[in-house]
């Protein structure tokens, strides 16, 4: 129990030390506590405590009183950094001060009173701030997951629903130069994506709005986790009919099923709460995600993991 309340306190830690611009100063230069408190304007004791805090979590190291960053702050907590995470803390926060709290209700429930994604609807910083988060970890993963994804010499129109930042959309088109895909996402998600001259932007709801058809490939990335099986059939449903013949589904999502050690299994353990306190879903085996496809009509279901992608299992199909 001690370890799980330290590991509260060490998130406080890091979100104290991002605030406060420590990750960015000692980004420029090295620095002792002194030296870092007195031109950061904060109390020296106070700056000591959090950096040698900063150091047992792996964040900063120490030699002879002075402290570095470590490789994976660099590529982390620096702004400079295309992967900075730091805008990205405040949903993190959000969710275990304010969301998790109501873990109990939530468990008696089956879900939050307010579904998070109506709520990011209502507060700009709040999206930004998940949108951050999803998109730095997108970056490191759109390469290998775009490459492990079949998308025919022919094919020209692709469909992302759900896809906010537009992100793996944005990769497979620049694999891909005869693709133009369109992204189907609440208005304040869309925020976040790049423009690009194959890209199009529709803001409206994928499960209440028509799909349209004549797509070759349709994506549909951390969805499935947020909606309960007939949300999910109807969806597919709509699916088949927007792709064309032979055309390829991708589901992006974390699959329930065995993993590698007591700490993999924890980690997807403890996500699967978090979907559950914050929208009310849950992580699915891949095997229900099969029967789910099979059962919408999509044929040749097959599983990938790419390389570089942990947090993103695929399950592909064709219509």
């Keep these: 129990m001690l370890a799980d309340y330290f590991g509260v306190l060490g998130f406080h830690a890091l979100v104290a030390g991002a605030r406060l611009g420590i990750f960015d100063a000692l980004d420029s230069a090295p620095a002792t506590p002194e030296g870092l408190a007195l031109s950061l304007g904060l109390d020296h004791h106070g700056t000591d405590v959090l950096l040698r805090g900063l150091a047992g ?5 120490s030699r002879r009183g002075v402290y570095r960053l ?10 400079s950094s295309p992967s900075c995470l730091v805008e990205g803390l405040a949903f993190w926060e959000r969710s275990a001060c304010v ?3 109501a873990l109990e209700k939530a468990v008696r429930d089956g879900g939050p009173p307010v579904p998070f994604y109506t709520l990011t609807e209502d507060d700009p910083e709040l999206s930004r701030s998940f949108q951050t988060w999803t998109a730095a970890v997108a970056r490191r993963q759109a390469p290998a997951t775009a490459a492990a994804i079949p998308v025919g ?3 020209r129109h692709m469909l992302d629903l759900g896809g906010s930042h537009a992100i793996y959309s944005l990769e497979l088109l620049r694999l891909h130069p005869g693709l133009h895909a369109t992204v189907v996402d609440l208005p304040q998600a869309l925020e976040s994506a790049q423009e690009h001259p194959r890209l199009r932007l529709h803001a409206g709801s994928f499960l ?3 799909l349209g058809e004549g797509y070759d490939v349709v994506l549909l990335f951390n969805i499935v986790h947020g909606l309960d099986d007939d949300q ?5 449903a709509k699916v088949a009919l927007a792709l064309n013949p032979g055309g390829t589904i991708v589901i992006g ?6 993993a590698p050690g007591r700490a993999s299994r924890t980690l997807v353990d403890l996500l699967d709460l978090n979907y559950l306190v914050t929208i009310g879903g849950r992580i699915r085996p891949y095997r229900e995600i099969v029967r789910l496809l099979r059962e919408s009509g999509f044929i040749e279901p097959r599983h990938r993991r790419p390389l ?4 993103t299992e695929l399950a592909i199909a064709t219509r």
């Excluded at 979590?57 to 190291?61: A, Q």
């Excluded at 470590?70 to 702004?79: E, G, N, P, Q, Y």
């Design 57 to 61: 979590l792996g964040y900063v190291r």
């Design 70 to 79: 470590t490789r994976a702050s660099r590529l982390w907590l620096v702004s």
């Design 99 to 101: 969301y998790w709290p």
């Design 153 to 155: 010499r022919d094919a």
């Design 208 to 210: 209440d709005d028509e």
């Design 232 to 236: 999910t059939a109807r969806l597919l």
């Design 253 to 258: 999502d974390q699959f329930r099923g065995p």
């Design 308 to 311: 570089r992608s942990p947090a």
